[in-house]
């Protein structure tokens, strides 16, 4: 369904990220990666399903790395078609405690380095008449949870950012739209099960049940692969006229 495209998807070396480049790929699409560790890995996981994969490692945080990741996926591709902005950390602590640098750089990663590549990226959509930009952004992009202020502002933002980029590209075959994942055991959140068994002197398993029990209805993790599906039902004819929608796959977290 997606041969002759390529996706970008950022912060792509590991958890959902991966989840969705395997996805998209597994759709035909040729592949870039970014993100931060071991890239070889995953390159080679993608050129298993027989597609094109490039890795470029640009910082999240830094426009200018952003623009040189886009002109990269140009001169390598072409152009991007399908942009996944899913490159993301989180720290948790009180509003009075918040380290002023963590604020900064969650906004930056989880909010603005998806303005950044929007604007970079639409050019060559519009152009072209087609595209997809998909943001990862969380159930925190629609509730809130105690000491996350720049992960939950952040996810806010991104979910605003997505209608105006429906909107603006409305008569167009760009859309844009959001996906709000709920718990996925991911690196990002195997921090979050540690520190609540450190804290309260829990087992692993047990850490991750009182995690999910606290939030997730369904007690199970959401995962990558699942994501990926829904990254790629976003990208399929059938989504053609999805615009500006924030999707939760949460187990029924912000049904509650
Ligand atoms: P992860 O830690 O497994 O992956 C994060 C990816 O982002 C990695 O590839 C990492 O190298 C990359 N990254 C981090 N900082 C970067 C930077 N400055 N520049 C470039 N790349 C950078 O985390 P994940 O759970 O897969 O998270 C992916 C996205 O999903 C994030 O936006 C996160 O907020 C969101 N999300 C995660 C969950 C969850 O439960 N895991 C839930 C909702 C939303």
């Not at 759709?27 to 970014?34: D, E, M």
Request: glycine share 10%; with cysteine; aromatic share 6%.
């Amino acid at each position: 369904m997606l041969a002759n495209k390529t996706a970008l998807v950022t912060g792509s070396t590991s958890g959902i990220g991966l989840g969705i480049a395997k996805a998209l790929a597994r759709q035909g699409a040729n592949i870039v990666l970014n993100g931060f560790g071991d890239s070889e890995g995953p390159q080679a996981e993608i050129a298993t399903l027989g597609v094109q994969v490039a890795y470029h490692g640009a910082d999240m945080s830094k426009p200018t790395e952003i623009e040189d990741m886009v002109k990269f996926a140009a001169s390598r591709f072409g152009r991007v078609d399908i942009l996944v902005n899913n490159a993301g950390i989180q720290h948790v602590a009180r509003v009075e405690d918040f380290p002023v640098e963590r604020w900064d750089a969650v906004i930056a990663i989880n909010l603005s380095s998806a303005f950044h590549a929007t604007r970079l990226v639409l050019p060559a959509m519009r152009a072209a008449n087609w595209g997809r930009i998909i943001n990862v952004a969380s159930v925190h992009g629609l509730v809130a949870s105690a000491e996350k202020s720049a992960y939950v502002a952040a996810k806010h933002g991104v979910v605003g950012l997505t209608k105006v980029t429906a909107l603006e590209n409305a008569t167009t075959g760009v859309t844009c739209n959001a996906i709000c994942p709920g718990w996925v055991l991911t690196p990002l959140v195997q921090k979050q099960v540690d520190a609540k068994a450190a804290a309260l002197g829990l087992s692993n398993e047990d850490a991750k049940k009182q995690l999910l029990g606290e939030k997730e209805p369904s007690m199970q993790f959401t995962t990558p692969e699942e994501l990926g599906e829904l990254a790629v039902f976003f990208c399929s004819p059938a989504g053609a006229n999805v615009r500006g929608v924030a999707w939760n796959m949460d187990g029924g977290w912000v049904a509650q």
